[in-house]
């Protein structure tokens, strides 16, 4: 079960609901942040990993915090790049779902929006403080703007594929889904081939290819049963 932690996760209560920590989910934000390591040396890299921590831990109570409104608790779990708010979307209504899915990238955006403020309007306070905090600030200002943005693509799982599949699966029904899932599969092809071709960063390439293999294997599961795939993340 995705709820339970193994002997070398971290569990804890934060702000009433169960949070669930695994060794990979630190691992994951070093890899990511390594260029970083090269450039500044340990404490950057240090600097990186927990904006981008407190970051994604905003994005799960994003859709804990609309969930619990709802009526429906939910368990974080931070794990490998990223991660899953368990039980928050428990809800037949496809527009309660939307609601919290978007609440993620959306209170992410919301900091994006008070620090840039902040910086707009307080350089000579900022300019005041350490290099260090100057450099976290930067962070965060960077992953919950293009984080957000990237977890809005109409991709699923992302955030964004979701809410497609859910709007589409509302005005129509089975075939909407199956839509979602085809239209998740071809965007994420592409860019797949654009970041390992273009862009050269073969880790994101690897993960959309991942994705669009996931909506490919959802069609098929579709067609075969007619039945909602156990993976979508409120079956969860």
């Not at 619990?68 to 974080?76: D, H, K, L, W, Y």
Request: with cysteine; net charge negative.
């Amino acid at each position: 079960m995705w709820d339970q932690p193994s002997p070398m996760d971290i569990s804890l209560r934060l702000f009433g609901t169960r949070v669930i920590v695994q060794p990979w989910f630190w691992i994951s934000l070093a890899l990511i942040g390594w260029p970083y390591f090269t450039v500044g040396g340990a404490s950057l890299l240090l600097l990186w990993v927990l904006a981008g921590s407190i970051s994604i831990l905003l994005h799960e109570f994003g859709h804990v915090w609309v969930g619990r409104a709802f009526g429906s608790e939910g368990t974080i779990v931070l794990q490998a790049f990223g991660g899953v708010a368990i039980g928050s979307a428990n809800f037949t209504s496809a527009w309660k779902r939307i609601a919290v899915t978007a609440a993620g990238p959306s209170i992410q955006l919301l900091l994006f929006g008070i620090l840039w403020l902040l910086r707009e309007f307080f350089p000579d306070f900022l300019g005041g403080l350490p290099t260090e905090a100057n450099q976290f600030l930067g962070f965060l200002l960077f992953i919950n703007l293009y984080w957000a943005l990237l977890n809005l693509l109409p991709v699923f799982p992302l955030d964004g594929g979701q809410i497609t599949c859910d709007l589409l699966g509302f005005f129509f029904k089975q075939n909407g889904r199956r839509l979602g899932h085809a239209l998740s599969m071809v965007i994420a092809g592409a860019l797949a081939l654009y970041f390992i071709s273009g862009l050269g960063n073969m880790l994101f390439g690897i993960f959309l290819g991942m994705y669009a293999v996931i909506n490919f294997q959802t069609l098929q599961a579709l067609k075969e049963d007619n039945q909602t795939p156990d993976e979508y993340p409120w079956n969860n």
